[in-house]
């Protein structure tokens, strides 16, 4: 699945039961389109999921208040998590490259 470019609406934002009751591959991200961390990396992500069919990518708008980020204790953005049948197999706050190369790794391998 390619990745998703625009950050998805609040108010259509999957609720964490949902996240946890998808089967297979989702790269979560947690941002805004007007943080320039999460602008700087965003062509990263693409480059890693454009490969990578399986993986879904779900990009929420976060914000002060917003249940699913605080559900994943999100304090700094870009925040990503991979997770594999609805379990979380890692996360990152700001990631460097290197950290994103090696998650999506394992996200992919194990």
Same mark, same amino acid.
């Not at 399986?54 to 991979?82: A, I, N, Q, Y």
């Given at each position: ?35 320039? +961390?999460?602008?700087? #990396?965003? =062509?990263?992500?693409?480059? @890693?999921? !454009? /490969? ?19 559900? +994943?204790?999100?304090? #700094?953005? =870009?925040?990503?998590?991979? @997770?594999? !049948? /609805? ?24």
């Amino acid at each position: 699945m390619p990745a998703e470019t625009e950050y998805r609406d609040p108010t259509r934002t999957p609720n964490r039961e949902e996240i946890e009751a998808t089967a297979g591959l989702v790269l979560l991200e947690f941002g805004t389109a007007w943080c320039g +961390f999460c602008r700087a #990396l965003a =062509p990263r992500i693409a480059a @890693l999921l !454009d /490969g990578h069919p399986e993986v879904r990518h779900v990009k929420v708008e976060d914000g002060p208040g917003r249940p699913l980020g605080r559900s +994943f204790k999100v304090r #700094l953005w =870009p925040s990503l998590v991979f @997770l594999r !049948d /609805g379990q979380v197999v890692r996360q990152l706050a700001r990631p460097t490259h290197d950290q994103l190369d090696e998650a999506f790794r394992g996200l992919l391998s194990e």
